[in-house]
């Protein structure tokens, strides 16, 4: 198996609406990764996206946005594992490169969302005999858990909401997020209206559209694109049971311990080497669920991480440094590949007045469902 780099990368501002149709979205942001490298073909294309079939009708979209692109005769397909779509075609992709298969290859996530029947798209990713069939969505999914968190670990009333205050203060100087002209007080989140109680409108990823794509290369070839290659040091994928009161303990997210376990192990690193991670915080309490399954956090302690400054730009392990999902946007086929795009340019010295102090190693999770997909994957410079 050969190493593999990220060797361009593209993306486009996440909006609530594009006016862009789903092809002519994912062809641009693809279009601007292979700039960004110095191509004008690659030998495969992978798709991300979560709901084109339901929210546009449309199905097959690998050769459709390598039809957009002019791209013919080359392996174009669709990639999917709930909102961690984005994760798995990169991974797909990553081990086509790194089998030999490919020398070069574009990954693109693409997403234009219907809010009017958003909730329930997304409760498609859980089990639609014992979940959807007795009423439940994702978020009142995410409610159970987050209030199951609250008793157990006695947490107040706000221990999360420095999770959505952070992202929001962190998209401020994210020119492609989808807040980042919006000034969120901890009095906003607090006062914030509720959505399935103890779920507040500030504990959720928005409803949006976007597009981003990166290029991969073998790692001994990535200098003849790019002067500032970021290689993909681990690349692992666990799972859980698909229904969370299946789960021996819906709070341990034993699909994102187990990823990242293997992730970090490929990668010859532990947490702490990480300099920085790009958290799937789709949600508050997933935010938090995260760093302890992580290996960040004892159980029951995540919330204080955030309390404590420890996940701000400065702390111990700076997370949603350019907004994450919760203030940049979470177009749900693209955000792993926003993801990627952010990390590539913290990396490389490019993600302006964000920009940590020389990062060298970062990670970043992706949730598939309720988490019963997990992806991580980890990058260095």
């Not at 990954?107 to 639609?128: R, W």
């Not at 000034?183 to 949006?208: G, H, M, N, Y």
């Not at 699909?255 to 947490?271: E, F, G, N, P, W």
Request: glycine share 8%; hydrophobic share 45%.
């Amino acid at each position: 198996m050969r190493d593999v780099s990220i060797v361009g990368i593209g993306y486009l501002p996440v909006k609530k609406e594009y006016d862009l149709s789903l092809r002519k979205l994912g062809a641009e942001a693809t279009r601007r990764a292979m700039q960004d490298a110095g191509v004008d073909k690659v030998d495969a294309l992978f798709v991300s996206n979560f709901g084109c079939d339901e929210f546009q009708g449309q199905k097959h979209v690998g050769p459709l946005i390598a039809d957009e692109l002019g791209l013919y005769g080359i392996e174009a397909m669709q990639v999917r594992a709930a909102c961690a779509s984005g994760a798995a075609a990169m991974r797909v992709a990553y081990l086509t490169v790194a089998s030999g298969q490919a020398d070069l290859a574009a990954v693109v996530g693409v997403e234009k969302m219907d809010p009017e029947i958003s909730t329930e798209i997304l409760a498609k990713a859980l089990d639609a005999e014992r979940e959807i069939a007795q009423g439940d969505t994702m978020v009142s999914i995410i409610a159970r858990l987050m209030r199951m968190y609250q008793d157990r670990y006695h947490v107040p009333d706000g221990g999360l909401d420095n999770f959505p205050f952070l992202a929001h203060q962190n998209s401020r100087h994210n020119p492609a997020a989808l807040f980042n002209a919006k000034e969120i007080t901890q009095e906003k989140i607090r006062l914030a209206r509720t959505i399935v109680d103890p779920v507040k409108l500030f504990d959720c990823s928005p409803v949006c559209d976007g597009a981003a794509a990166i290029i991969l290369a073998p790692t001994e070839q990535a200098r003849a694109f790019t002067q500032t290659p970021v290689s993909i040091l681990g690349s692992a994928v666990a799972n859980d049971a698909l229904r969370v009161s299946d789960r021996k303990d819906p709070l341990r997210m034993d699909a994102a311990r187990i990823s990242t376990q293997k992730a970090l192990q490929m990668a010859k690193v532990d947490q702490k080497n990480v300099n920085f991670f790009e958290i799937h915080d789709a949600f508050s309490i997933i935010t938090c669920l995260s760093l302890e399954a992580s290996g960040f956090a004892q159980p029951g302690e995540g919330w204080r991480m955030a309390a404590e400054g420890r996940i701000w730009p400065d702390g111990d392990v700076p997370i949603s440094t350019r907004g994450g999902l919760k203030a940049r946007g979470h177009p749900i086929g693209a955000t792993a590949l926003y993801q990627t795009c952010e990390i590539v340019e913290q990396l490389t010295g490019r993600a302006g007045e964000n920009q940590l102090k020389a990062p060298e190693i970062a990670m970043m999770n992706s949730v598939g469902g309720a988490a019963s997909t997990l992806i991580t994957h980890v990058f260095a410079v």
